[in-house]
């Protein structure tokens, strides 16, 4: 009788786990961790960078909105000195004629005097009587060239200077809110940048393969890093 040897029996469990297996995890583990690290970094930044976008909105606004009043103010000024010249304009005009009556015509001497000085102590203000004083000097220094008085660089500063004042102040507060606007929008485009940065770190912290999770990681953190010096190059606006 023969005996037959009993067949070796296949291993049926699960293989031996390998000594590279438990430095994988780990590492696959402290992945994790620095990609949950870096969302919560960008997530904060990103709330800055939102935050600092509105104040420049309402900053852009505030600017845009002083500088229409301020050049409505400065429109006003501007017509009420245009009125005052036309009637100093008219004024000299009137007041030349009399003169002329004056020194050519002697029997209307005395009417045309007695008119000449009440329009002169009734009618002619202080800036326009020391124009005409200063045109009289330029002329009589200069005998070729007539200088009106309302050449006067005083008397146009005292016409017109609010109005000019004012509308330094519009242009100003215009270029101020440009300066706002480009900044706001600035601020804006790094917020999308940093929600790019965002999705890319949420894809990589669900990924199972290590070099699909190091590829995102560094694709988001070059996006975040050119937000991040866009978003510091911008100026801090506070918000009290």
């Known amino acids: 009788m023969t005996t037959t040897a009993p067949l070796a029996q296949t291993p049926t469990g699960p293989p031996p786990p390998s000594r590279n297996q438990p430095r994988?995890?780990?590492?696959?583990s402290n992945v994790e961790l620095v990609t949950a690290i870096l969302l919560g970094i960008v997530s904060v930044t990103t709330a800055y960078s939102s935050f600092q976008a509105s104040l420049y909105?309402?900053?852009?606004?505030?600017q845009f909105s002083a500088g229409q009043n301020t050049q409505t103010e400065a429109?006003?000024?501007?017509?009420?000195a245009n009125q005052q010249y036309i009637r100093d304009v008219q004024l000299w005009d009137r007041m030349t004629e009399l003169q002329i009556e004056i020194d050519n015509v002697p029997e209307q001497a005395a009417a045309s005097q007695l008119k000449y000085d009440t329009l002169l102590f009734t009618s002619m203000s202080e800036t326009l009587n020391a124009a005409v004083l200063w045109?009289?000097?330029?002329n009589d220094?200069?005998?070729?060239?007539?200088?009106?008085?309302?050449?006067?660089e005083d008397y146009q500063q005292a016409l017109f200077?609010?109005?000019?004042?004012?509308?330094?102040?519009?242009?100003?507060?215009?270029?101020?809110?440009?300066?706002?606007s480009k900044n706001g929008d600035s601020l804006t485009l790094t917020t999308v940048l940093m929600a790019i940065s965002l999705f890319l770190l949420g894809v990589a912290a669900v990924a199972r393969?290590?070099?699909?999770?190091f590829v995102l990681l560094g694709v988001a953190m070059t996006i975040y890093v050119v937000a991040l010096v866009m978003t510091f190059?911008?100026?801090?606006?506070?918000?009290?």
Do not use: M
């Open 233 to 240: 190059s911008v100026p801090f606006i506070p918000w009290w």
């Open 209 to 213: 393969q290590l070099r699909v999770q």
């Open 135 to 138: 045109s009289a000097d330029q």
């Open 141 to 152: 220094a200069d005998a070729t060239t007539f200088t009106s008085p309302f050449e006067s």
């Open 24 to 28: 994988l995890g780990r590492l696959l």
């Open 57 to 62: 909105d309402g900053e852009t606004a505030k």
């Open 75 to 80: 429109e006003s000024l501007y017509l009420e």
């Open 161 to 180: 200077g609010a109005w000019a004042a004012e509308d330094d102040k519009s242009i100003a507060a215009f270029a101020a809110g440009d300066v706002a």
